[in-house]
């Protein structure tokens, strides 16, 4: 009998080091790469500067994000490590050598892309071939084998003689990706690989991906708009903003210590919520509402002047309902999200994002009180952006910010 394609949309990809996968490529093969930039910029059109002096560097074996809006400049960065785009200043090394004036195809880089650029009229078999054909040296019974075992792993071994357009889009993205696998890279490049496929299989793909990684051990480079596929998959995240990196850390460093209010904004779903304050000795102003710092943001906003203007940054989650709180809101709109809910509330004028359990009985209109502990708020200097108070936490911080 036949799969039927809804079916297998959710198919495990076997495990590699089950019997049949012995035909892939293992971790270990062969030494993941290291890629370094070293002020990395690119130029279009001598005047649209899509990259700016980007420097950075991602150990073997990494599963990095590259996060951003939209033109930030991910495929950019991407498109010149691959060879898709040439370099205008700067030099890109991966494995230790520069990627400058070599070609594309000698790069040992697989990419893939967001539309899967799988030909039409091709096989999955030949599809999965092709590149390995023209790239490598292997004789055709070994690359027989490579794609087999690679189609298997992957949940498409049944499909290898039909053509994409008979394939679902989860399937084809599978092809996509069992084609990079074959050519066993040094890297792997990915350009918002899940993007075209539905929520639900998006999260399993995510999973897929990631466990394939760490089961392959290859260096992967993975650019996503999305904020949370980058929190959930990576090992680090690079967040970029016109063309400048904005920080370069761990997913937990990123959400917990944003560098600026730019990443503070961009990482998080509802979004940090903002007030514009001014400082007065230990006390921030807004309108609506005065808040006391605790010592230690206290301690290092002490040498501003007073009545600077400045930002306070709270999660949605790290807000509370208290009955008796200072800072007094009105509940505008109720979102129910299933487990928990949302509240949009008013406060002196200023939005307000709050996240509550489920459970939590609120209604539209009602008026109430909030507070937040303050080891919990971030507090941001309006005219640079940058996040000027201490992390409080015992774990160090390891992070960099564009203006070094
Ligand atoms: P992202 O992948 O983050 O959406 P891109 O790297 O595609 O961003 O684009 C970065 C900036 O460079 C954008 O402003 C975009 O318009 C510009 N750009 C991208 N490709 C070209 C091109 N071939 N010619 C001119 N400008 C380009």
Redesign the pocket.
């Known amino acids: 009998m036949s799969k039927s394609n809804d079916n297998t949309e959710t198919t495990t990809w076997t495990n590699r080091r089950g019997n049949e996968a012995d035909a892939v490529p293992q971790r270990g093969d062969r030494e993941s790469a290291p890629v370094t930039f070293e002020n990395v910029r690119k130029v279009?059109?001598n005047r649209?500067v899509?990259?700016a002096d980007f420097s950075a560097r991602i150990e073997g074996g990494e599963f990095i994000t590259i996060v951003?809006?939209?033109?930030?400049?991910?495929?950019?960065?991407l498109?010149m490590i691959a060879g898709l785009e040439s370099i205008s200043g700067g030099d890109i090394l991966v494995g230790g050598e520069s990627v400058k004036g070599v070609d594309p195809q000698d790069r040992g880089i697989a990419m893939v892309f967001q539309n899967y650029a799988l030909y039409p009229h091709m096989s999955v078999r030949k599809n999965m071939s092709y590149g390995l054909k023209l790239t490598s040296d292997l004789d055709s019974e070994e690359i027989t084998r490579r794609v087999e075992a690679t189609a298997e792993m992957m949940g498409i071994g049944d499909y290898l003689d039909q053509r994409p357009g008979t394939l679902s889009g989860g399937q084809q993205q599978r092809v996509a990706t069992g084609r990079a696998i074959v050519r066993d890279p040094a890297l792997f490049l990915m350009d918002e690989p899940l993007s075209n496929l539905d929520a639900k299989l998006k999260i399993h793909m995510r999973t897929e991906l990631q466990r394939i990684q760490d089961d392959l051990g290859t260096t992967t480079i993975y650019?996503t708009?999305d904020q949370h596929e980058a929190l959930t998959m990576s090992d680090r995240i690079i967040v970029?903003d016109e063309?400048e990196l904005q920080q370069f850390a761990s997913p937990s460093e990123v959400y917990d210590q944003p560098v600026n209010r730019f990443v503070a904004d961009f990482i998080g779903e509802p979004s940090m919520n903002f007030f514009d304050v001014t400082l007065d000795g230990h006390r921030l102003f807004a309108p609506g509402f005065e808040y006391s710092l605790g010592p230690d943001v206290a301690e290092t906003v002490r040498g501003r002047q007073r009545d600077e203007a400045l930002e306070l940054g709270v999660r949605p989650e790290d807000i509370s309902l208290s009955e008796r709180g200072d800072i007094t809101a009105r509940v505008e709109v109720v979102e129910n999200a299933g487990s928990d809910n949302y509240l949009y509330l008013d406060v002196g004028g200023s939005e307000c994002t709050v996240r509550v359990s489920g459970n939590v009985d609120v209604t539209r209109g009602a008026e109430l009180s909030i507070s937040f502990e303050p080891d919990d708020i971030h507090i941001f200097d309006r005219a640079t952006g940058e996040n000027i108070s201490p992390y409080i936490d015992s774990k160090a911080a390891t992070t960099r910010s564009t203006t070094q």
Request: hydrophobic share 30%; proline share 5%; net charge positive.
């Open positions: 279009y059109d649209m899509a990259v951003g809006p939209s033109g930030s400049g991910k495929s950019t960065l498109r650019v708009h970029l063309g």
